[in-house]
């Protein structure tokens, strides 16, 4: 197992309360750099963050802290976003692919336990189809669409030139501002973030929005909301890689994710052999409820792993 050294000062975001580590890859010639952080001690687990506006490791602050005291946990963020590069580059599946195999590998030297959520489970089960890096994978609320093509229909060529306006210096950040406002950011965690509204404090939505304000945020997030990060384009192709499974998959189900959703994981469930554990929450259940995920994950791992002892 490989580690790059650790950050000896960073203008940081909460995190997870670990120690905090730089990984150093290249996109196209450019050298970039993704932010890191570990914690605990034992056999590696990996968090991977949900992408969204207001995407950062720190979500996964409460689930690395249960883990933690059984597991050596990994938790990132993903360029673009967090902590990590924010580079004026046309952001693309092939860009979060690339970054997610080139820290794998450098990481780890076994399988690993892999924890998505999100819109990171397309990542995930990619790579589970090319010479799998995963001893087991838990997807949590996973979705392949992104907001606006899953809210108002495929009309690609329209996100697509609401994306450039986007990246526009003067009118593109007028319209960012306009979508991550504190009240706005509130809005949308009362509608499909959180299952309970107490939850949302000021003091969390603060902290969404802070890291919504660093310099090139606007890109990652545009993409992500345009379905630019959509890994796949048809329901069909997002089952596919689930038939048949190519490692062990857990797939979390919170009662409160819009319906949607809700339904396209309903059915994912039904016509494939993953196991599902159903649990209250939306979107953002690894945030609001980590120790009930956690609970779960730790009892369907001992199940899986007393079971590979036996064979």
Known sequence: ?????????IESLIGIGGTIREHHWSWKGKPQTLVYEVMGEGKPILLLPALSSVSSRSEMRGLAKE???QYQVYAIDWVGFGDSSRPTVQYTPALYETCLRSFVQTMFSEPVVVIAAGHSAGYVMELAQKQPPWEWVVLVCPTWRGPLPTAMGEHRWAYGILRRLIGLPIVGQFLYILNTTRRFLKFMYRRHVF??????????IEQKWKTTKKKGARFASAAFVTGGLDR???????????????????????????????????VLAHFSGVQV????????????????????????????RSRKRRF
Do not use: C
């Open 232 to 266: 796949v384009r048809s329901r069909q192709d997002w089952f596919n890689w689930f038939q048949p499974l190519p490692v062990p998959v857990m797939m979390v189900i919170g009662e409160q994710m819009p319906p949607k959703s809700r339904q396209e994981i309903e």
């Open 195 to 204: 299952a309970d509204q107490q939850n949302i404090t000021p003091e969390l």
């Open 67 to 69: 883990l933690a005291d």
């Open 277 to 304: 554990y159903r649990m209250p929450g939306s979107l953002g259940l690894h945030e609001e409820y980590p120790e009930q995920l956690a609970a779960g994950i730790l009892g369907f791992l001992e199940k899986y």
């Open 1 to 9: 197992m490989s580690q790059d050294s650790p950050i000896p000062v």
